[in-house]
């Protein structure tokens, strides 16, 4: 027998027969589709529930950051409804409220709003040299020397007051509150109307600051002032057109120039006041336009913030009604903004004026001059010689307004003297800006262009 060479060949794909290699191939491709299928899955739900993680976590602090908008939406309701457990003991439905004792309370937000303000608002203090006086005594004879003499002695000497020098004392306070880092405050006029007077400023932190007067408003009782240093909290404004009256406020400021950083809280009882405000001193001024509150403002707010619940100022405290209980007024903050843009673009207030002087029309002043119309503002001289109507070099003499133009409308809006008065309209338009003034201009109607120019300083 020969011998014989055997070759053993591996079973491997290649000695496969050709359809039990296809029957593996699909079988190893489906396998393969398979795990891929089962990797996407659980790729896709754990994607899935991130996604839901973030989102709801934006949303979570999204109502967190607007917490205090949404108490202001809500409140009226929720304290009628708190009014109405308070005298029954339980909610509508006859359980307890829930939302009692958790975040969204009145109180929550009063304390977030006082915690976040609180360092940036401060106490004035006015301090001025005032005359020293000295008692001495003065032997009087009370039978004029008759007996050559008083023969009494010195038992009729009557104490007598002479000056002796001056002394620097504290005369008064006010409240203020910081609008920059950098150490600029807003108060009011009032606080700080007294050239010979010297200011000081006591932070939240009872640390005492010398205080510069950098700029009075001759229109609004409104001033600033400036200490030195950096990183001071400070206030941020809110929008005053947007107040309803019912919505919470809290007013912070140094009651009665004693007790600093009082808190009071209360609502607004009315919107777009006019009131004559003196200071005490003989001196009084109209202020349009004001805000009403009940929350409780004494002597020395004055300059103080009126802020919402979510500590943004609304208002500046500005007078309260003598004789009345819970009856305070505020500067809307609005108009005090274009103040302090004013101070920080040029170091002084500088707004808009037309140059003329006027009276508001009434329906007994129409029906006592014939007027045509009850509205507007009649373009009238003061009340000497030197009070013209119209300011010689004005804008409004450029324009060709003359004394007895009735002015109706500015850029369209009427000019109603209780919403829309003429001075509050022109202060919040910018100096060097065109508007359209509608006259009545010996009966007829007109419109005029007049460019804005800065008000002289006074």
Do not use: C
């Not at 976590?57 to 607007?66: E, H, K, M, Q, S």
């Not at 050239?195 to 010398?210: I, L, M, R």
């Not at 200490?227 to 400070?234: A, I, L, P, R």
């Not at 070099?393 to 003297?417: M, Q, R, T």
């Amino acid at each position: 027998m020969e011998n014989e060479t055997i070759i053993v060949i591996d079973k491997n794909e290649e000695s496969l027969p050709v359809q039990e290699k296809a029957e593996k191939n699909y079988s190893d491709a489906f396998k393969q589709k398979e795990n891929l299928g089962g990797y996407s899955s659980k790729a896709m739900i754990l994607t899935s529930i991130i996604t839901f993680i973030v989102a709801a976590g934006i949303l979570l602090l999204v109502l967190w950051a607007n917490r205090a908008r949404l108490f202001n939406t809500f409140a009226t309701e929720y304290l009628n409804q708190m009014k109405q457990e308070q005298l029954t003991g339980t909610s509508g439905n006859g359980n307890v409220n829930p939302l009692g004792s958790g975040i969204f309370t009145q109180e929550s937000f009063v304390v977030d709003a006082v915690k976040h303000s609180n360092p940036a608002v401060v106490a004035i203090t006015i301090s001025k040299n005032v005359p020293k006086y000295e008692t001495y005594y003065e032997e009087q004879d009370p039978f004029g020397g008759l007996f050559g003499g008083n023969p009494f002695g010195n038992m009729f000497t009557i104490p007598q007051q002479r000056q002796n020098g001056t002394e620097k004392k504290e005369i008064g306070g006010g409240s203020g509150f910081f609008v920059t880092e950098n150490g600029m405050i807003v108060t009011n006029r009032h606080v700080v109307d007294d050239p010979e007077a010297e200011y000081a400023v006591f932070t939240n932190d009872g640390k005492k600051h010398d205080a510069k007067v950098v700029a009075k408003d001759s229109v609004l009782d409104i001033a600033i002032i400036k200490v030195e240093g950096n990183d001071y909290s400070y206030l941020d404004f809110s929008d005053s057109d947007k107040l309803e009256i019912g919505q919470s406020v809290i007013a912070i400021g140094n009651a009665l120039g004693e007790f600093r950083n009082t808190v009071s809280v209360g609502v607004v009882s009315g919107l777009s006041r006019s009131i004559t405000a003196g200071n005490g001193s003989g001196k009084s001024e109209v202020l349009d336009h004001v805000i009403q509150t009940d929350a409780a403002i004494n002597p020395g707010n004055s300059g103080g913030p009126l802020l919402n619940l979510q500590g943004k100022v609304i208002g500046v405290n500005v007078a309260v009604a003598q004789g009345s209980q819970n009856i305070g007024f505020a500067l809307p903050v609005n108009v005090v903004k274009s103040v302090v843009d004013s101070v920080k673009a040029t170091g002084k207030i500088v707004r808009p004026y037309i140059g003329v002087r006027y009276v508001a029309i009434t329906p007994e002043l129409k029906e006592k001059n014939s007027l045509s119309v009850d509205y507007g503002v009649l373009i009238q001289r003061g009340a000497t010689a030197a009070d013209l109507a119209v300011i010689p070099g004005s804008p409004a003499d450029k324009a060709g307004i003359v004394e007895n133009d009735i002015i109706l409308e500015v850029d369209g809006v009427k000019i109603d003297n209780d919403k829309n008065n003429l001075s509050g309209v022109i202060r919040g338009k910018k100096v060097g800006s065109a508007i359209s003034l509608k006259l009545l201009h010996k009966g007829a109607e007109k419109t005029v262009s007049v460019t804005l120019e800065a008000a002289p300083e006074l």
